[in-house]
């Protein structure tokens, strides 16, 4: 074969997540995990020899108890869109990342794991993840460990992951009464390849107008999708009006740090990015109320 | 190890193949089955052309491994047809002239008919955006809009499936 084509020479599909890590290492980085195939497909790396394939893995779930909502790693976009998990209180923000992205058949295919794991900069359900304080249940040759989605991601394309490493599950906890949130992106053309040119996601617990807590997130403006810390702890404690909004949105969006790119200029995203958080953070206090 | 042998199930008929980790289904379809039905257009997901329905879901045939169908059941064009009797969706593509070059068709029907197994009264807004999945370059998209809404009312009537 050829140099520079996809021409992987094995295929395991794995029937227990043992199994998968041992694949994992034996293969190290000639080995791919493989999902729903929309990104991997797409780009077809050439130096993967190995395919692994998580379809018997169990890993199609949503689950609702006591502590919150659990999300099999290879959950599809659909389930996630239509899911009545997702359809009221903070948990929306969910469904409204899910139903944001690329065209229905994309998102009958394209899995939750895969969009995270991918760890792009702009990838729609890292935010929403974010905003809701979620963890990733990580599984490797020496057992689990639950992380932060937001330390989960490192650089463009990288993820905390470790080679033996993969996602099995993300756990969203159950948010305080008189939580809101809601995602916005901002986009040229819903199609299969669209991407954000910036998207921001946003939580804000409230009671008679003031902040309690407050989570801010922002893609496509960084080398991963970041917290608005700052605009964050300015909201905390304070009585929400329009002058504390607007203030908060220009803070978020001193925070980003975007490039120049085909999609949009740093200058363009920088501004933008204060005219979604604005608007994130408008619906998602009249989320709070309802 | 290269080959992998797979048992899938097309249009009602079982076949086993032996295919290369890395052979899509939609390669086996057209070069191995001779299903050219399901076109390839972009060849990576963006113009849905190559749309064909596993377990009575929309997918798109240039993004699935034919290893990762083993055991499945697919449903592409040629399966529709009843004998010489066409699909109503058919039917009504024709009836509607909904059709120009055809290319993006048999990918627009088969994620139409995916649409139709699940909700048999589509509103017109949620049959645009079921066909956002799939790109038409020369009629545009009323006339396979009509023809789908169209059907779905005939195959209402008829109670078929």
């Known amino acids: ?290 | 190890m290269t080959k992998r042998d797979i048992n899938i199930c097309v249009n009602g008929k079982w076949y086993e193949l032996a295919v290369e980790p890395y052979e899509t289904l939609l390669d086996i379809l057209r070069n191995r089955l001779g299903l050219t039905g399901t076109k390839s257009g972009c060849a990576k997901g963006e113009c849905g052309a190559c749309t064909v329905n596993i377990d009575g879901k929309a997918i798109l045939s240039c993004l699935t491994l034919a290893v990762q169908v083993d055991g499945k059941e697919i449903l592409t064009i040629e399966g529709l047809p009843k004998g010489a009797e066409l699909h109503p969706l058919q039917e009504s593509f024709v009836k509607h002239s909904a059709v120009q070059c055809g290319y993006c068709t048999p990918g627009m029907i088969m994620n139409a008919k995916a649409l139709l197994n699940h909700n048999s009264n589509p509103s017109e807004k949620e049959v645009r955006k079921t066909l956002s999945s799939n790109l038409c370059r020369c009629t545009g998209y009323e006339r396979p809009v009509k023809a789908i809404l169209d059907a779905a009312r005939i195959m209402r009537g008829k109670d078929e499936r």
Request: aromatic share 6%.
């Open chain 1, 1 to 290: 074969m050829k140099e520079g084509f996809f021409r992987p020479r094995e295929y395991h599909r794995p029937n227990n997540l043992q199994e998968a890590t041992w694949l994992l290492s034996s293969f190290g980085k000639r080995a791919k995990l493989i999902a729903g195939g929309t990104d991997l497909l797409v780009n077809k790396p050439p130096e993967v020899e190995c395919l692994i394939d998580v379809a018997s893995l169990d890993l199609n779930y949503i689950r609702k108890d006591g502590n919150g909502i659990t999300i099999g790693a290879a959950t599809t976009l659909d389930l996630i869109e239509r899911s009545p998990m997702f359809s009221a209180g903070p948990y929306v923000v969910l469904s409204e990342a899910a139903s944001n992205m690329a065209t229905p058949t994309v998102r009958n295919m394209a899995t939750i794991g895969g969009n995270i794991c991918n760890a792009s900069p702009a990838a729609d359900l890292s935010l929403a993840l974010m905003v809701l304080d979620s963890t990733v249940k990580i599984y490797g040759l020496d057992g689990s460990r639950v992380l932060p989605i937001g330390a989960f991601f490192e650089d463009v394309n990288k993820t905390a992951l470790a080679e033996d490493e993969l996602l099995v599950e993300i756990h969203i906890p159950m948010s305080p009464a008189g939580t809101g949130a809601s995602f916005l992106k901002l986009r040229h053309h819903q199609t299969a390849i669209d991407l954000a040119v910036v998207n921001v996601a946003t939580r804000l617990t409230c009671s008679d107008d003031f902040c309690e807590d407050a989570r801010i997130a922002l893609g496509a403006v960084a080398k991963r999708p970041i917290y608005a810390e700052k605009a964050k702890r300015l909201l905390t404690g304070k009585r929400l009006d329009g002058k504390l909004i607007q203030e908060a949105a220009e803070i978020a969006s001193k925070e980003a740090k975007p490039i120049d790119d085909v999609r949009s200029s740093a200058r363009y995203r920088r501004r933008m990015i204060a005219v979604l958080v604005k608007r994130a953070l408008e619906l998602s206090i009249t989320r709070c109320e309802t």
